[in-house]
């Protein structure tokens, strides 16, 4: 099986979102969140997936989530 990572989707405003999350879905991400306020959804996918959801309408950008930690209080560490 192919390695499904976390992804977040910036939508372009061209489309409506849930016609966005449609095509994702046929796509292959297992959408988590639609954000219609900020114009972002997040899910899961695979490689190919994100390959296939790149060229759907509507879509101004496709990144890999990362964890970010700021440490705790006084702390020197940030990432």
């Known amino acids: 099986m192919a ?3 976390t ?5 372009s405003g061209e489309r409506k ?3 966005v999350r449609s095509e994702l879905a046929a796509a292959g991400f297992a959408v988590r969140d639609v ?3 900020i114009g972002v959804i997040t899910g ?4 190919a997936s994100v390959a296939r959801a790149r060229k ?3 879509i101004a950008d496709i990144a890999a989530d ?3 930690g700021i440490g705790p ?3 020197d560490k940030t990432w």
């Open 3 to 5: 390695k499904r990572k």
């Open 7 to 11: 992804w977040i989707v910036t939508l």
């Open 17 to 19: 979102p849930a016609e």
């Open 35 to 37: 954000l219609d306020a």
């Open 44 to 47: 899961e996918a695979d490689a």
């Open 56 to 58: 759907i309408k509507g």
């Open 66 to 68: 990362t964890q970010v």
């Open 73 to 75: 209080p006084e702390s």
